[in-house]
Structures are given as C-alpha cells and as structure tokens.
Nanobody
C-alpha cells in the first residue's frame, strides 16, 4: 500500500523558514515525478512546486525564489524548503506522487496524496 506522509509544518512568523518533508512508503518513487500543492481555507488546491525523476524543478510564480523543492531517492523522500514566508503562504500543504494524467503542475494528474501538514504564517 502506497503511503505519503508529510511533516515539518507549524506556526511561524513572516520572514521565517520551514522545511517540509514527504516520506513515501509502499513502493519506490525514484523514477516518479513528485509535487507539492497547498490549499487555503475557502480556496482550491493550488500547485506549489514539482520535481521530476531527473530532478528538473517547477515552481508557482508566487513561491519562485523563496521555495526550493528537492528529493533524496535513497530515503524515498521529497522536501520543500520554504524561506521568507508570508502570511499568504498559510495553507495545508500536500505532497503528491507519480502523476499519470496530464501536466505535473495539475492536481488532477496525481493519484497518490499525503494527508497534509498545516503551515501558518503570522504577520
């Protein structure tokens, strides 16, 4: 059974940093693309960042230059380093794996999802 478990969320102040982790189990994802999405209250889930199996990376314009996605295939883990956090980054952050249907930038492409981790940034 495939499982994705996020960790690293919390309550921080504007300008602080957090690093989210997504640990995968049940199969190896070294050859799979991975993504991070987020959902704020009352809003749709939105793309944040993605990393391909070959380590190409993609970012939403809103986080470009502040967030960095990376992966450690030996640990079957994907990371999201978030710097210079802003109150508008407040959301539940979800890890997703192995997109099969369309663009890796779209939440609709992914079958595997974690349970989410809350990130709250106070002003």
């Amino acid at each position: 059974q495939v499982q994705l478990v996020e960790s690293g969320g919390g309550l921080v102040q504007a300008g602080d940093s957090l690093r989210l982790s997504c640990a995968a189990s049940g199969r190896t994802f070294s050859s799979a693309d991975m993504g991070w999405f987020r959902q704020a209250p009352g809003k749709e889930r939105e793309f944040v960042a993605a990393i391909t199996w070959s380590h190409s990376t993609y970012y939403a314009d809103s986080v470009k230059g502040r967030f960095t996605i990376s992966r450690d295939n030996a640990k079957n883990t994907v990371y999201l380093q978030m710097n210079s956090l802003k109150p508008e980054d407040t959301a539940v952050y979800y890890c997703a794996a192995d997109p099969k249907y369309g663009s890796i930038l779209s939440s609709l492409a992914y079958d595997y999802w974690g349970q989410g981790t809350q990130v709250t940034v106070s002003s």
